[in-house]
């Protein structure tokens, strides 16, 4: 019999339950994973929550959108995966399970360097991170300001904008400099002062800021530094982008992403894949729970990990 983690009402981690499952059974152009590892994302705990609208719960709900595992049955009219595969799930749906089933277009295969739970730390995170700089056009002569540096998103922004030469300042914790530094960033605190330190550390100006952090502070000082709008983007207040004249990926923003930014999300894992066999994309994990400890782990997120929480069921 196979697990998952559900929850019949919006609350607190308590809410969180494991059930039993039939062992899924892939349709046509799907595949069925063993789960070895799955990431917990911050959009987990908003939707659990209620923090982040959704439809009415009129029946156990599954959570989680990112993991990694080995293919145990393949549907018809799938090229290219077999049983046996390892491989990484994005954009998957109740990920927080020993056993999924998931679009094979949802998943790549996982590199022999790639462990499983660096595999389920990408796809929200990488995916959200390489579109976004995309969409802003980022590229070797800008000087980047990122808010929430040190965070699942931001160190892969920071990653992808150093790999395509830009310059990067960013936010983060001082306990966590050295990560940023070592990720090719100058690292600044937030708080108080921060637009007299974003100043002082980019003494040519920012051109483009991407706010994974979704603070007042970090809006208030987007808008003061930053020459044009239009290069300031937010994943985090997506609601109030339009009213700020910034730009706004997801993050409760009511404006859809775009054909090509979804095509740049999933894009990003392929290429993430890539470069972290070639040891030039690294992802922090921070622990790893059982699956019946769900509740425990999401906590853990909520107060701040220092890099990627997963489950392993
Ligand atoms: N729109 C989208 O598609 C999308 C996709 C992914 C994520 N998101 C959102 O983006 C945010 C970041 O996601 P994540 O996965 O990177 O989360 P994470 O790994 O938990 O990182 C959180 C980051 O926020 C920083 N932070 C905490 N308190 C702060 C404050 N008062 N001021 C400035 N920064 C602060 C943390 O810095 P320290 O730990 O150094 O203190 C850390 O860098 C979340 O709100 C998430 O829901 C949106």
Not at 65 to 72: K, L
Not at 123 to 134: E, F
Not at 159 to 167: C, D, E, S
């Amino acid at each position: 019999m196979a697990h998952a983690i559900v929850y019949n009402t919006f609350g607190g981690p308590d809410v969180l339950n494991v059930i039993e499952i039939p062992t899924p059974v892939p349709a046509a152009g799907e595949v069925a994973v063993s789960v070895k590892a799955a990431g917990i994302n911050p959009i987990d705990i908003k939707l659990r929550t209620g923090m982040r609208s959704s439809k009415p719960i009129t029946k156990p709900r599954r959570t989680g959108s990112d993991a990694a595992g080995t293919i145990t049955a393949v549907g018809e009219g799938v090229d290219g995966l077999r049983v046996g595969d390892d491989v990484v799930i994005f954009s998957g749906h109740g990920m927080y399970a020993t056993d999924v089933i998931v679009a094979a277009d949802h998943v790549q295969h996982r590199p022999p360097q790639v462990s499983a739970e660096a595999g389920a730390a990408l796809g929200i995170p990488v995916g959200t991170a390489y579109q976004s700089l995309r969409s802003l056009a980022v590229r070797e002569d800008d000087t980047l300001l990122i808010h929430g540096g040190s965070g699942a998103v931001g160190q892969a922004a920071i990653q992808f904008a150093r790999l395509w030469g830009a310059t990067v300042i960013a936010t983060a914790s001082p306990r966590r400099f050295d990560r940023v530094k070592e990720l090719g960033a100058t690292p600044i605190a937030y708080g108080p002062g921060l637009e007299d330190r974003v100043r002082a550390a980019a003494r040519g100006g920012i051109t483009v800021v991407f706010d994974a952090a979704g603070t007042e502070e970090a809006l208030d000082v987007s808008l003061a530094v930053a020459p044009d709008r239009n290069r300031v983007a937010t994943i985090v207040r997506g609601a109030d982008a339009a009213g700020l004249g910034i730009r706004a990926f997801s993050g409760g923003s009511p404006t859809p992403l775009s054909e090509q930014q979804v095509a740049w999300r999933t894009e990003a894992i392929p290429v993430t894949l890539s470069l972290m066999a070639a040891g030039h994309f690294s992802v922090e994990l921070a622990g790893s729970f059982a699956l019946s400890d769900a509740a425990e782990a999401q906590q853990l997120v909520h107060d701040g990990a220092d890099g990627k929480v997963t489950l392993i069921p």
